[in-house]
């Protein structure tokens, strides 16, 4: 099982600052499968971007990804309001799914 | 538009089983398979199974294998999962969700089942 490592645990911020989020995963994710969600409160996490770097609908490109093998960073340019929230990481195949421990992005 | 609604919270005690149950709309419910995840309060999600909504058969992971079961109602769109022997430890909210891509990731999510257990 592919173990993520995402840190920090806590990123605090401001609005407008530029927020990088780290995902290391134990082994190489195959084909780059690799995901980000976003999770408010009592809501359900909402996919953001797959394939380390391809948004999902309606997502905004203000949420980038990048990285390769092991070594993942999801980046928000310009921190929003709205941005303020739990994400987290995840690796999928065919089969198998594991998700990172999330980095909680706070109102600094 | 995928839309997936979810039956109501539950309080269960130990021993006991629950069966939470996600209706399907916004497409043909036997193309896609459906799958259920959990997230334990302040723990990321994890995956827990997949349906085939056509033949109704199921996967479970590992470590949910002995005490799930998935079965799907074709006549009204909607899947059940049924966890037994529930312990302290189960208390989670409880999802159902679509993947795409023929990969385990999830655009569609219902909008969770909190699963309480408690004596």
């Known amino acids: 099982e592919i173990v993520l490592t995402q840190s920090p645990v806590t990123l605090s911020l401001s609005p407008g600052e530029r927020a990088t989020l780290s995902c290391r995963a134990s082994q190489s994710v195959d084909y780059n499968y690799l995901a980000w969600y976003q999770q408010k409160p009592g809501q359900a996490p909402k996919l953001l971007m797959h394939r380390v770097s391809t948004r999902a609908t309606g997502i905004p490109d203000r949420f980038s990804g990048s990285g390769s093998g092991a070594d993942f960073t999801l980046t928000i340019s310009r921190l929003e309001p709205d941005d303020f929230a739990m994400y987290y990481c995840?690796?999928?195949?065919?089969?198998?799914?594991?998700f990172g421990g999330g980095t909680k992005v706070e109102i600094k | 538009q995928v839309h997936l609604v979810q039956s109501g919270a539950e309080v269960k005690k130990p021993g006991a089983s629950v069966k939470v149950s996600c209706t399907a709309s916004?497409?043909?419910?036997?193309?896609?398979?459906l799958h259920w995840l959990r997230q334990v309060p302040g723990q990321a999600p994890e995956w827990m199974g997949i349906i085939n909504t056509s033949g109704g058969t199921s996967t479970a992971a590992q470590k949910f294998q002995d005490r799930v079961t998935m079965t799907r109602d074709t006549s009204t769109s909607t899947v059940y999962m049924e966890l037994s022997s529930l312990r302290s430890d189960d208390t989670a909210v409880y999802y159902c969700?679509?993947?795409?891509?023929?990969?385990?990731?999830?655009?569609?999510w219902g909008q969770g089942t909190l699963v309480t257990v408690s004596s």
């Open positions: 916004g497409y043909t419910f036997t193309d896609h398979y």
């Open positions: 969700a679509k993947a795409e891509g023929g990969v385990l990731r999830f655009p569609h």
């Open positions: 995840q690796q999928y195949g065919l089969s198998t799914t594991t």
